[in-house]
């Protein structure tokens, strides 16, 4: 995990938002666990990023993103007339000739 203020004001410690706490039976902490992502830098108030995940996450956008923009379409195979969904170029899944998308 590395840690990065929003606003960049070089704060170099976080307050994670979501975290719970394990104690003992006399309120002493022992360990914690982050419930899910979420951290304010303690210097500025703002919100702040595990530069770990971000990039990640942006990846992820961008491939479904790809994904969206390819329209699947039902051709018939030239060779075997087998009907294939296809989206972008690919091959018959029946006789392996070259289909591409109209
Ligand atoms: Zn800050
Ligand atoms: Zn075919």
Known sequence: MQLACSRRCG???FRALFAEVELDADGEYLDHRIAQ????CLNCGAPAFDLGTVPAE???????????????TDI???VCETLVQVGGEMECPNCGAP???A
């Open 11 to 13: 704060g170099r410690l």
């Open 37 to 40: 992502p979420g951290y304010i």
């Open 58 to 72: 942006m990846e992820t956008e961008a491939a479904e993103d790809e994904r969206a923009s390819v329209v699947m």
């Open 76 to 78: 018939l195979c030239p």
């Open 99 to 101: 289909l591409e998308a």
